[in-house]
């Protein structure tokens, strides 16, 4: 399951996601609003932790935004302020479920399992297809023409990302955390060595699609 994590508290976020890939979750983890916005409307996640403070926007404030947008991801309001009104307030901004500061690990875990039994969508899109690119995100596999294409972990993140987001341009930023984490040491040039590899591979196996460069932004596949 595709998990984004908002939370700016550093040492509670790097156990939560210790904790959380430890139960098999792929995780994503970001530390203010905005950041968590435009990671959501991705569509990559399954379920979304909303811290309810953050720099920025607040997590109330991100999920009402995100309903808006017609956000089909289950969303957790994680949070210290434990009033009946405070919680009222959470669950009408558009929240499934909200937990309240301190909480044990094991209910939190039940409760995001419970979440994606209760959603409507199925946890993943099996199967992503763009031109003659067929991504399986069950296998972690992709073809081309209908033959197999060898990628390596970092490949295949990449080439995720940007089929789940076709004709959307990503940012460098949005690529380096989602590919080696929010808090990695990453610079540009890796991200730039990333691509360049994954388009060798695309252009030998004749793939149709490319990974464009759009100028002091980021990447997109088109």
């Known amino acids: 399951m595709n998990v984004l994590l908002a939370e700016d508290d550093l040492k509670l976020g790097?156990?939560?996601v210790h904790m959380l890939k430890?139960?098999?979750h792929q995780v994503d983890w970001v530390t203010d609003g905005e950041s968590a916005y435009d990671y959501s409307t991705t569509g990559l996640y399954d379920v979304i932790i909303l811290d309810w403070m953050m720099p920025g926007r607040n997590g109330q404030e991100v999920c009402e935004a995100l309903r808006k947008e017609e956000c089909a991801s289950s969303i957790l309001m994680l949070t210290a302020r434990d009033s009946v009104d405070d919680r009222v307030m959470g669950l009408d901004s558009g929240a499934d479920d909200y937990v309240v500061k301190p909480f044990e690990f094991d209910e939190l875990f039940?409760?995001?399992r419970a979440l994606a039994r209760r959603s409507n969508k199925p946890l993943q899109?099996?199967?992503?297809?763009?031109?003659?690119l067929v991504l399986n995100r069950g296998a972690h596999t992709l073809q081309i023409h209908d033959l197999p294409?060898?990628?390596t972990h970092k490949e295949y993140q990449l080439i995720e990302t940007l089929m789940c987001n076709t004709g959307r341009v990503?940012?460098?930023e949005q690529l380096i955390s989602k590919i080696w984490g929010v808090d990695a040491d990453v610079t540009d040039n890796n991200l730039d060595a990333l691509?360049?590899?994954t388009r060798k591979k695309l252009r030998e196996a004749k793939a149709e699609q490319e990974i464009?460069?759009?100028?002091n932004v980021g990447y997109q596949i088109v």
């Open 170 to 172: 990503l940012t460098r």
């Open 110 to 112: 039940a409760r995001i």
């Open 14 to 16: 790097r156990l939560l």
């Open 125 to 132: 899109e099996d199967t992503i297809v763009v031109g003659s």
């Open 195 to 197: 691509v360049k590899l």
């Open 149 to 151: 294409v060898l990628l």
């Open 212 to 215: 464009k460069s759009v100028r």
């Open 22 to 24: 430890k139960e098999f």
